[in-house]
């Protein structure tokens, strides 16, 4: 009866995990080593995801239902980076909460960008402009920052439950989401993969209809996949931490970050500045707005290849609000005359930095 109160004394006693008073506090080396990865990473995350979502706000043709995900996930990674060095400055404070709660807004999204393409490939691929909506899509995003921060913050002035929430159901809530994840997109792959041998032999439109509907899928694969590499450590020793503290010693101790958990975060951080770089490389819609948005802003620049006008195919910005997602919906564009990568859906975009169709 006195060792659990004695327990429950200490527990009210302690505060939010602070790195100032963790084990990286006991070596310079470490603290600096921390203090200067932080910097340079949230650089790169605010540069990267400024231009992201400048991008997106800037052209309307990027405004549709997979890409409203990726600019959620764009702008919560912003703040992210805006958010980390007020909390290495305040240190323990409800900005632990703040940023805690815009790694959740981030885990949601790339659930939802699973479960999105699910639906068009998977369950609804006729149907799913009726099931994903925009409006539908903003609303779901609204909703992931109104819950988390209504939830998380308002418990950053309890450290018993602060630490139960973010340290112990955190952690495990992203194991849950990578296995999720995980199985959602092997049912997509096999969707994929049972569609194309059916398709050997059809025309060469429909195969391009395909081959499309893949490539969204690997791009939004490899930003889930980025995720979960970079928070998984995290995760494992964050639960490793709480193993040790409520386990093993079967007695209650402040939560204390160790040096292992300090650098885990940093990974877990260098996913937000590596996500543009993945939005450039496998989505051509995002990687030529950019492309129009440094016309924009400079216009004297002069766009180097493949962005030139000496390749055609690299020239075009495909008028996404036209084309669909759905593997079977090239049946209805062939049934309406209209061509999947015709000249009518293009963009030429010029060294000027004008637009002609």
Same mark, same amino acid.
């Given at each position: ?7 429950t004394t ?19 080396t470490?603290l ?31 405004r549709?239902?997979?890409? *409203? ?17 007020i ?20 885990l ?12 068009? *490939? ?27 921060l209504?939830i ?11 630490i ?8 495990w ?29 059809k ?9 499309e ?13 980025l ?24 007695e209650?101790?402040?939560?204390r970050?160790t ?21 450039w ?7 030529? +707005? ?12 002069e766009?180097?290849?493949?962005? +030139? ?27 309406h005359g ?18 002609k169709r």
């Open positions: 009866m006195t060792a659990n109160l004695t327990n200490l527990l009210k006693k302690c505060t939010m995990p602070d790195i100032y008073e963790s084990d990286v506090a006991d070596s310079k470490a600096k080593g921390i203090f200067i990865s932080l910097v340079i990473i949230c650089v790169l995350i605010v540069f990267g995801n400024t231009v992201v979502v400048s991008t997106f706000l800037h052209y309307r043709k990027l549709r239902p997979r890409n *409203i995900f990726v600019f959620n996930l764009a702008l919560t990674d912003l703040s992210a980076g805006l958010m980390m060095p909390q290495v400055l305040v240190g323990a404070s409800v900005t632990d909460a703040i940023g805690s709660t815009f790694v959740v807004i981030s949601l999204t790339v659930l939802a960008i699973a479960v999105e393409r699910f639906i068009i *490939i998977v369950v609804a691929p006729t149907k799913h402009r009726d099931i994903v909506t925009k409006r539908g899509v903003i609303t779901t995003c609204v909703c992931f920052w109104v819950i988390p209504a998380i913050v308002p418990f950053s002035s309890y450290t018993e439950a602060y139960l929430i973010v340290l112990n159901l955190g952690p809530l992203m194991i849950f989401v990578s296995i999720a994840v995980v199985i959602l997109y092997g049912a997509i792959f096999m969707k994929i993969r049972r569609h194309e041998r059916r398709m050997r032999g025309s060469g439109s429909k195969r391009n209809e395909l081959r509907a893949e490539r969204v899928v690997k791009a939004f694969a490899l930003i889930v996949a995720f979960s590499a970079c928070w998984l450590p995290w995760a494992i020793e964050a639960l490793r931490i709480n193993f040790s503290l409520y386990i093993i010693t079967h209650a101790r402040c939560f970050g040096v292992a958990f300090y650098v885990c975060l940093c990974i877990g951080l260098l996913n937000s500045a590596l996500n543009p770089l993945a939005y490389w496998r989505l051509p819609d995002f990687r030529q +707005g950019v492309v129009k948005l440094i016309h924009t802003v400079l216009p004297c620049y766009t180097p290849e493949p962005f +030139g006008s000496h390749s055609q195919k690299s020239d075009k910005f495909p008028d996404s609000s036209r084309r669909d997602d759905g593997l079977l919906n090239i049946s209805k564009d062939i049934s209209r061509s999947v990568a015709g000249p009518s859906h293009c963009v030429n975009i010029t060294t000027n930095g004008t637009a």
